[in-house]
């Protein structure tokens, strides 16, 4: 049996910024909380990597001293959110998004955090500086803390969790920890894509673990990827900085020297130009000319400065990255071909998860005790985010740790099953009693490019088909086989790459299952075999549910609270220009 028994309240898995506010809440309404970081504390997950941009309606960043419009209201960014993730959103918790923000901004004022600059709905600070703001509270009341401890699976008694199995990555020995409540915040899974714009360690095993527990995964077809990310050269694969820049505006051209965006309609044009519409579209664009062999040698489109001065382009980039070193990335060489106005190689990659594990309005799942907040979750964006995915990790962290907490106050511990906990430890085990087994990096990386092929930007039934075909056989054969070169425990990376990789298969089978079965094209989920947005049929989140090693796709009604989605069948880019004219800007919000 594993090492050692923790017990707790309530234990949140994630050590990103969703962890870190749902151990803060629930630590505050005096439950025994504890924190598990699959890295180092606050330095892992996708949190760090953050631009970050905190969103928030203008009116309540006038209050609260920043130059936000007064004219502006929560109502109108509602509406926007809901608008621009195409009604596919639940409203309720899009209605928490815009009403927890301000509460939450203040707070994290009060504890330190510092604004660099601010426009009419964002505050701008950096990841990195939120983390160390929220590892700095959560010492300083009592939240216990766990670094470099990945969670392997939950331990559920009559339909209710009553604990995890975690592995210690350090030296390889399991801990088994006994909670009355789990939040789970694990972030996306970036690391089942290549390239991916994410951090090596999100993996997805906490949402294949709450499916496999019971929990249904909701939206799993709907991936945002950004657009514009470095294809080249490798040491730059998979950098947003070459999209940053493209944002301050530039020229995207295949390998005929044209405009990707060409044919379409100027309004959807102009508003890509100015919003993060352009992850949506100009990743469609770029994907649809890649796969059209008009793309450059390694797999990508030209980005380069165009009419934008140099000077503009320089004061951007140094004010961001001093002397062009940006996160250990030297981008000096880039500099200098932005200088000349040569052109850089880029294309789209795996950026956020829309959908994830099914939450209610209070945070809850289909299992007893069992919460979940930020990227791991179905958030409050549908099937197309426009808005920042810092507010929404922070805002239901907050709500989820104290609903847990809620929760954790009034049961006791339930019954902690040894007996499969020490069945999970078997099977963890298996890979290094297998030193002639298949080596998970050996098939990890077709996995991705196929994953990012198949359920890229552009899908169609005869992809998505081959694709989970595909992965049929990896389940039944490579899966079943992994080894690792060594059974030493002490930090083993082959090993937990071996234990990793089952929980991605699982996940992008998920997704393609579900992006197969929406026969229909909305948000960023783009079917070329069904180029229209059919709002009659398909308002519904997709679902699904776990079961003997079975995924069962289903629907269910969105939930609407006040604004109610079309009922029409249009072309898809009509529907794109109807919800960009939908947004309050474009009715005098400015």
Same mark, same amino acid.
């Given at each position: ?33 504890? +924190? ?10 996708? /949190? ?55 509460? +939450? ?96 360690? +999100?993996?997805?095993?906490? !949402? ?189 962290? +907050? ?30 085990? !298996? ?54 070169? /060594? ?54 989140? /997709? ?9 069962? !796709? ?15 069948? !249009? ?20």
């Amino acid at each position: 049996m594993a090492e050692r028994t923790i017990c707790c309240d309530v234990l949140v898995v994630g050590g990103g910024g969703a962890g870190f506010r749902a151990a803060i809440a629930a630590k505050e309404r005096g439950m025994d909380v504890l +924190l598990l970081s699959k890295g180092p504390l606050a330095r892992c997950g996708a /949190s760090p990597m953050a631009g970050a941009d905190f969103t928030l309606d203008g009116n309540s960043m006038n209050k609260l001293g920043f130059s936000g419009d007064p004219n502006d209201s929560m109502e109108k960014v509602f509406n926007d959110i809901v608008t621009q993730g195409f009604y596919i959103n639940n409203q309720k918790l899009v209605y928490q998004y815009v009403k927890r923000a301000p509460t +939450l901004l203040k707070d994290l004022l009060d504890w330190g955090l510092e604004i660099y600059l601010n426009d009419e709905r964002f505050v701008m600070t950096s990841g990195l500086h939120i983390m160390d703001v929220l590892l700095k509270k959560a010492r300083s009341i009592g939240v216990k803390m766990f670094e470099d401890v990945m969670m392997l699976d939950l331990v559920v008694a009559d339909g209710r969790v009553t604990g995890a199995l975690g592995f210690d990555i350090r030296n390889g020995e399991f801990i088994n920890f006994h909670t009355k409540a789990v939040v789970m915040a694990t972030g996306g899974w970036h690391k089942a894509f290549w390239p991916n714009t994410g951090m090596r360690d +999100l993996s997805g095993e906490g !949402i294949a673990a709450a499916n496999r527990a019971g929990a249904r995964l909701g939206n799993m077809e709907f991936i945002t990827f950004c657009c514009n990310v470095f294809y080249y050269p490798p040491k730059w694969m998979g950098s947003i900085a070459a999209y940053v820049l493209s944002c301050m505006g530039g020229l995207v051209t295949n390998n005929k020297n044209e405009d990707i965006m060409k044919d379409l309609d100027p309004v959807i044009v102009k508003v890509c130009s100015s919003s993060e519409w352009n992850k949506c579209v100009v990743s469609h664009c770029s994907a649809k000319e890649i796969k059209a062999g008009n793309g450059f040698a390694h797999g990508g489109v030209h980005y380069r400065r165009g009419d934008v001065s140099w000077d503009f382009i320089k004061f951007v980039g140094e004010a961001m990255w001093p002397n062009w070193k940006y996160k250990a990335l030297d981008l000096s060489e880039f500099g200098k071909l932005l200088e000349k106005n040569e052109p850089v190689e880029v294309g789209p990659a795996v950026e956020y998860f829309d959908g994830g594990i099914l939450i209610n309005e209070r945070f809850e799942t289909d299992v007893e005790g069992l919460f979940a907040a930020g990227e791991c979750s179905t958030g409050a964006f549908g099937s197309n985010r426009v808005f920042s995915a810092i507010t929404e990790m922070l805002v239901q962290g +907050l709500d989820a740790g104290e609903n847990a907490a809620v929760y954790a106050d009034k049961n006791a511990l339930g019954e902690l099953d040894n007996k499969y906990l020490l069945e999970l430890q078997k099977q963890a085990e !298996i890979p290094l009693a297998n030193s002639n087994g298949i080596k998970p990096a050996l098939i990890r990386r077709e996995i991705q490019e196929k994953a990012h092929k198949y359920l890229g930007p552009i899908r169609s039934r005869e992809g998505l088909s081959d694709f989970i075909e595909y992965i049929d056989t990896i389940k039944k054969n490579e899966l079943r086989r992994l080894g690792t070169s /060594s059974d030493s425990r002490l930090y083993n990376k082959e090993w937990m790459d071996a234990l990793e990789l089952p929980n991605m298969v699982q996940l992008i089978e998920t997704s393609a299952r579900c992006a197969l079965a929406r026969t229909e094209s909305r948000g960023v989920h783009y079917r070329e075999d069904y180029p229209v947005s059919n709002n009659d049929e398909w308002i519904k989140e /997709s679902t699904v549910k776990y079961s003997n090693d079975v995924l069962n !796709i289903g629907l269910q009604d969105v939930v609407v609270t006040s604004l109610k989605p079309p009922c029409d069948i !249009i072309p898809y880019f009509d529907m794109v220009k109807n919800m960009m004219e939908l947004h309050s800007d474009t009715r005098g919000h400015h």
